[in-house]
């Protein structure tokens, strides 16, 4: 089964790149805290099932794991 998540990473021209796929919102707080020590930058969780943008951050997130 495919990821339902997807980490997008914003590059200088102002769009997005695929990234890497999570399985929850858990999963890509604590990922995009560890890709922002790694590679600084703005990252956007989308859900792959509602084709919408649910979270963004520098520095990592809160999204309410209910909404999953």
Known sequence: ????????????????????PVSDLA????????????????YVVFDQRTHNAIAAGRLGFWVDARRE
């Open 1 to 20: 089964m495919d990821s339902p998540f997807e980490i997008l990473k914003k590059e200088p021209a102002g769009s997005f790149r695929r990234f890497e």
């Open 27 to 42: 999963s890509a707080n604590i990922r995009i805290k560890e890709l922002t020590t790694l590679s600084p930058g703005e």
